[in-house]
């Protein structure tokens, strides 16, 4: 133990002090809040994006666009990733589960099977949609675009 590394006990300072408690204390009064308005009260808590009373941003700016709520979000899929991913591991029938344990998208995603790339051996391929030039392509080697 030398003098440079000597330090007080955890807790032995920098008490948490509970202020509010009589005006001996030096916080008596308005306890550190200041005089009236809102934050002086209790149970005050601000509004997210709260500007103090300027009209706030997600009110100045304009509403744009529309949402539909029908919308299907597909993760796309090239025949040249199917053909890789085919070689590599020597596959016939390529899968959702095969694109998941892949690590090409994750379970709650729904696939599309898109064009571009080359096919070079009749693959059976199963996904939630095809577009017309990869069902073609497949398709045009004997093999088997099935829709889930």
Known sequence: ??????????????????????????KGGTSTRGHKGAQSRSGYSRKL??????????RRLPKFGFTNIERVEFKPINLGTLETLAEKRGLKEISVDTLIEAGFISK?????ILGNGTLTKALTVTAHAFSKSAQAAIEGLQGKAIKL
């Open 49 to 58: 994006g709260f500007e103090g009373g300027q009209m706030p941003l997600q």
């Open 108 to 112: 709650n995603d729904r696939v599309k």
């Open 1 to 26: 133990m030398e003098l440079n590394n000597l330090k007080p006990a955890k807790g032995a300072t920098h008490r948490e002090r509970r202020i509010g408690r009589g005006e001996g204390s030096g």
